[in-house]
């Protein structure tokens, strides 16, 4: 009895003190983000995943920024559980010749998403703040802020230097041209954004239903 007690009074007061080496490493299981096949989108999840949908948004677009207040955090936790995956595809049509802030947003978007090693709820999150914290018509955030807002959100610190140095990703000019003309195939009467497409069910969803999301993640 007393070799027993000795033993669990060593465990105690020793405790856990080896110190582990290196810096923490993304899930290899868990879904990431990639740039999708034509370019122009950045794909936040699992290719597999049940419920694939299209998200066309304009970073100055303040509508765009209810969407992400309203259902962001659902749409993360879904592309977490792997039941979902969000195309985002930028647009830039709010854009003024003196900052080219949606182009640097949507641009940092594309270099978090260029190596295909972002966790996409980490991207998500990046999403949501670069959305909630808005500057419509002003300079925006600069390089260094999206970089900041990027490792707040968990995204590797090779991709946040990548941001914050400028990197150019993605020809902005290209990339809304060709976005423009997939809104317009999908939705040619109310082309505008944010426009949500349910690539699964081929058909534009309903956002200002509330409970738009939770009805296309429970028909999966």
């Not at 950045?42 to 694939?52: D, K, M, N, R, Y």
């Not at 419509?136 to 955030?141: L, Q």
Request: proline share 6%; net charge negative; charged share 25%.
């Amino acid at each position: 009895m007393l070799a027993v007690l000795t033993g669990l009074t060593l465990l105690v007061g020793v405790g856990c003190t080896k110190q582990i080496q290196g810096s923490a490493q993304p899930d290899p299981n868990a879904p990431l983000t990639q740039v999708s096949d034509d370019g122009y989108g950045l794909i936040a999840g699992f290719p597999e995943a049940p419920v694939q949908i299209e998200i066309f948004a304009e970073p100055q677009c303040s509508h765009c920024a209810d969407l992400q207040r309203d259902v962001g955090d659902d749409l993360r936790h879904y592309i977490g559980l792997g039941q979902l995956a969000v195309t985002y595809r930028p647009m830039t049509f709010l854009e003024t010749a003196d900052y080219h802030y949606s182009e640097r947003v949507s641009n940092a978007l594309f270099v978090a998403a260029s190596e295909g090693n972002s966790p996409a709820v980490d991207f998500q999150s990046f999403v949501e703040d670069l959305w909630a914290d808005q500057d419509p018509s002003g300079r925006g955030p600069s390089d260094d802020e999206m970089a900041e807002k990027a490792r707040a959100a968990g995204l590797p610190d090779d991709v946040a230097q990548r941001i914050a140095d400028g990197e150019g990703a993605v020809d902005a000019v290209e990339m809304d041209a060709a976005n423009y003309d997939l809104l317009y195939l999908v939705d040619p009467v109310n082309t505008g954004t944010p426009t949500v497409y349910d690539l699964t069910n081929d058909e534009v969803v309903d956002i200002y239903d509330d409970d738009w999301l939770d009805k296309l993640m429970s028909s999966a």
